[in-house]
């Protein structure tokens, strides 16, 4: 009965000896396959690269010759530490904040010091796995603190911190179990203890809720990138109608709520349908796509830009009268008619008109749209490539 017992766990903890990296390499292939489709969420190479790391951590252990042992425990430590700084980056990176990096690598060198000490100088292993467990816990109580303070909230980046700081806890009273309960150890000790199997199954848990929050963000941005492109217009990278007139009304709902001025622009394109007939269609989409591309490297990150017809185009420009306006759509103006487009249209000039309507907290969008609309046919016929203000506002019918 005592051979079955001691065979029986010693097959437990060759299972859980394997499980940790058969599963973080797992994750880790998982995460890189899907980075290599979606390379624009650059932050999913990170998350596999930090699980890769995990798996060789626990991996190089299962295979390091007995009298290499504590080295090989002081590695485990060490990469296991350097994989939440690499997942640290990951999180931190998506959201465009700066990681912080000094103070993660500061505690990632105190620990794996502090493991290595107490392996080689006093032999203590239950003492080096929970120094490893605490710094893993300082660790990821830094990250979520930092994640904690962005303002960009959803349900999603919510849900990361909060992982993290549960994670950040059942690492804690792992650390204080093991340093209170647990006798010196050496390691043939240690990995026969059942210390060794809950420590492994615990990271294991931990592995798979970090994996389901990083697969939550991971699906989420892609939704996102997906709901962006399918409003966006292909030719000029602008926003779609519908998108920019949403855009449009949110934007007026926040001046008004902030008390600061908006102005819409609207824009045609001087002769489009001979530019299309002369030269052809394709031709005429190279003008749509340099003009657009001349709108976006114009306007601010707070302006909204959008392609709503043909040839037609839209800003709303956010802070800004109709002064400041008018002084964008002529740049904008000046900048297409000295454009050398002489490979498209030859030598003919590409020229755009201009109305801008400065918005009044009393006016729907579709005032606002009706006045800059106005102005833009005084400027089709004052003789075109000009800018024109609207002055007044324009009575619609019920």
Request: glycine share 6%; with cysteine; proline share 2%.
């Amino acid at each position: 009965m005592g051979d079955e017992a001691g065979n029986g766990k010693m097959g437990a903890q060759l299972v859980v000896g394997i499980l940790t990296p058969a599963i973080s390499f797992l994750f880790a292939i998982v995460f890189f396959v899907f980075w290599r489709r979606r390379p624009d969420l650059d932050y999913v190479k990170h998350f596999a690269f930090s699980y890769a790391l995990v798996g060789v951590a626990f991996g190089q252990s299962s295979v390091m010759p007995e009298k290499f042992s504590t080295l090989s425990l002081v590695i485990t430590c060490g990469l296991a530490m350097a994989s939440i700084a690499s997942t640290a980056h990951a999180f931190m990176s998506r959201l465009n904040l700066k990681t912080p990096l000094k103070t993660l690598l500061s505690i990632v060198f105190a620990g794996t010091a502090a493991t290595a000490v107490a392996g080689f100088m006093f032999g203590n292993v239950s003492h080096m796995a929970a120094i490893g467990c605490l710094t893993a816990s300082l660790m990821f109580v830094t990250v979520a603190v930092q994640l904690d303070k962005t303002r960009k909230s959803s349900l999603t980046n919510g849900y990361i911190p909060k992982i993290l700081y549960v994670t950040s806890f059942s690492s804690l009273l792992q650390s204080v179990f093991i340093w209170f309960n647990q006798p010196v150890l050496n390691i043939a000790t240690f990995q026969t203890s059942s210390i060794w199997i809950i420590l492994n199954m615990v990271l294991t848990v931990q592995l798979c809720a970090i994996a389901v929050a990083i697969a939550m963000i991971c699906v989420s941005d892609s939704m996102t990138i997906v709901s962006a492109q399918a409003m966006t217009d292909e030719l000029s990278g602008l926003q779609r109608r519908e998108r920019f007139e949403e855009l449009a009304h949110e934007t007026m709902d926040r001046a008004k709520r902030a008390g600061v001025p908006v102005s819409f622009v609207i824009c045609d394109l001087d002769h489009f349908k001979n530019i299309n007939d002369t030269y052809g269609h394709l031709a005429g989409d190279e003008v749509i796509k340099a003009f657009g591309a001349i709108m976006r490297q114009t306007a601010r990150s707070t302006d909204i830009l959008g392609r709503i017809g043909g040839e037609e185009f839209a800003l709303m420009l956010w802070n800004a009268d109709k002064t400041g306006a008018k002084l964008v759509a002529q740049q904008l103006r000046s900048t297409l008619s000295n454009l050398d487009l002489s490979e498209v249209v030859g030598d003919t000039t590409c020229t755009a008109s201009f109305g801008i309507a400065q918005w009044d907290s009393e006016d729907e969008y579709r005032d606002l749209f009706a006045m800059a609309d106005k102005a833009l046919y005084l400027a089709k016929h004052s003789g075109r490539d000009c800018v024109k203000v609207a002055q007044a506002a324009v009575p619609l019918a019920a």
